[in-house]
Structure formats: C-alpha cells, structure tokens
C-alpha cells in the first residue's frame, strides 16, 4: 500500500515501546512511551497519529492501550504477546521528574515489535515514522528506508547510544535524529550532531533542557531558546522531549520537508521554535499525556 494521493493530512506513525510510569509519590499509572508520547502529540497538533508495538498480556496492558486509544490514537495494527507490561518508577522533585527504575521496559522490549505480517506494508502508509532506543527497533530500520517515509529515532541521552557502533546501526536509516545533550555547550553539542551527520543522519537535533536547541544538516547549523515558564507552574517535565520532536517533526513536515527536499533555515528555526512551544506547554501536563490512575487499580474488561 501507498500513501493515497491527494491526501494533505499528515500521517505519523509511533513505532515501537509503551510504558507505565508510576509516580511513586504521587500513587498514580500514566500511560507513557517515547513511540507512544510522540504519536500522541503529533495528534494533538492536528497529525493523524497511530501506534503500532508489542502490548503485553497483563491489567496494565489494558490500561496502556485503552488511555493511547483514548488520546486519539488508534492501535489496531499492535500486537498482543504473552507477558508484563514495562513499568517505570519515578518521581517529581521541584517539578523535575527523576526516574529511579524501571522493570527492563517489559515484553515490549524483550519481544519488539517488527515488520513482518504485513506491518511493513502498513507502515509505508505513513508521513513519519518514530522510534526510538527504548524500542529495540534498530533491525527494523532498513525496511522502513525502502519506503517513501520519513524516518525519526530518538537516541536519548544515555552514554551507550553514543557509541559509534551503535549510532552506525541507526544513523544512515534515519531523515532526523534527536539526541539529548544537556550539560553540553554549544560547541560540543554541534561535535555530537555533526557526528551523527558524518555517520548518515539526514538531520540532527540537540535537545538541552533549558538552553538553546541545536540542529544541524551538516550544511546549516540552527539554533532556538527554550520557552520558560515560572517553575512554581510547572506540573511536571515528564514528555517534554517528546512533544519538543512532535513539534518539530509536524512543522517540518507542513513546511515542505520530505527525504528528497531538505528544510531552509528559517523552516528548521521555525520548527525549533514551534517544539519549544510544545515543551513549554507539557510542562503544564500531569504525566506524558495524562489519563493516569491510582496505582494498582484494576481495569475493566471494556478497554481492551
């Protein structure tokens, strides 16, 4: 299948891992996931966002699904397999969210999700297609680069999804790649993303907290402020990163970006600036997207 002609909707495909993130100060499950997170602002900002990953067996799947189902984003295309669902423990100090663990991120991880059955297929249907580290996903890459779809992968901001053996795995299948740099100046962020660019990456993106976002082609080199908000505001910073890239991701996209046609720079500027907007705003969001519940509630047979 292809995308239809004529169809001006943008499509996003969120490819990979769910989560439950308990706030164990709080006593409260959110539905959460960086695959999930995306897809789900990208509806939100007016893209017609789906999901497609691995639901594990258990209460907490019903939960997962039924709260990404009831964000407007349909899942039908996932897969149930025999197991736990990932579950994340954290909490929120002076409106920064701190993880302290997690359960090995469940059957989503151990099992992921691939492109057999047809799956490929259907996800060559799509506009953009994100994953991410937490997904397992990185075998899955080069069938997606047949297809005429934009591919973004998150590498977040762990030490070993920096090592050149494993940015070689991502990095030439992917048209953005977003790479958490807090802490660094922009120099040395600039080394991160123009390495990323030498290694095959189409375009690189610096997330840094509250300093500038950085990007880069390996031709142009953009930059944007952050958008602050008074921290007594703040809910909490759980999802920020992922509605930063929703954002970019659904600006880029409107303003002409396809494989074959790179962003200008006052696009990238604009994209920049429009996740930083999308940030700024999660902060005032309980959770990824809200929709949590008391800890260890059960859920009714209906959501599945």
């Known amino acids: 299948m292809t995308k239809s002609e004529g169809d001006e909707e943008m499509r996003v495909l969120g490819f990979g891992d769910n989560i439950v993130d308990r706030f164990i100060d ?21 893209a017609h966002a789906e999901y497609l990953g691995v639901f594990g067996s258990d209460d907490l799947a019903g939960f997962l699904r039924g709260a990404i189902e009831g964000a407007g984003v349909p899942t039908g295309r996932s897969v149930v397999r025999d197991g736990e669902s990932g579950v994340s423990s954290l909490q929120v100090v002076d409106g920064d969210r701190v993880f302290l663990g997690w359960n090995g991120g469940g059957v989503t991880v151990r099992q992921p999700i691939d492109l057999t059955d047809g799956r490929e297929q259907y996800a060559a249907r799509f506009d953009v297609v994100h994953s991410s580290v937490y997904s397992r996903t ?74 500038d976002a950085l990007a880069t082609d390996g031709r142009v080199r953009c930059s944007a402020p952050a958008k602050l908000l008074d921290d007594r505001a703040i809910v909490d910073t759980m999802g920020c990163g992922d509605a930063f890239l929703a954002g970019v991701l659904v600006t880029l996209h409107r303003s002409g970006w396809r494989r074959d046609v790179a962003p200008s720079p006052s696009d990238l500027r604009a994209a920049l600036e429009a996740g930083a907007e999308a940030a700024r705003d999660q902060c005032l969001v309980e959770g990824a997207f809200g929709g949590g519940r008391p800890s260890g509630e059960p859920v009714a047979a209906s959501m599945w």
């Open 26 to 46: 709080r006593g409260v499950d959110y539905p959460g996931g960086n695959a999930v997170n995306v897809a789900v602002y990208a509806h939100r900002l007016g």
């Open 138 to 211: 990185e075998s899955q890459l080069p069938s997606l680069r047949r297809h005429d779809v934009l591919v973004s992968f998150d590498l977040s901001s762990e030490a070993e999804f920096r090592a050149p053996s494993y940015v070689d795995r991502v990095a030439p299948f992917t048209d953005l790649l977003l790479i958490s740099c807090s802490g660094l100046d922009d120099a040395e962020a600039y080394a991160v993303l123009d390495d990323a660019i030498r290694r095959g990456a189409h375009l690189a993106v610096a997330t840094r907290g509250t300093d």
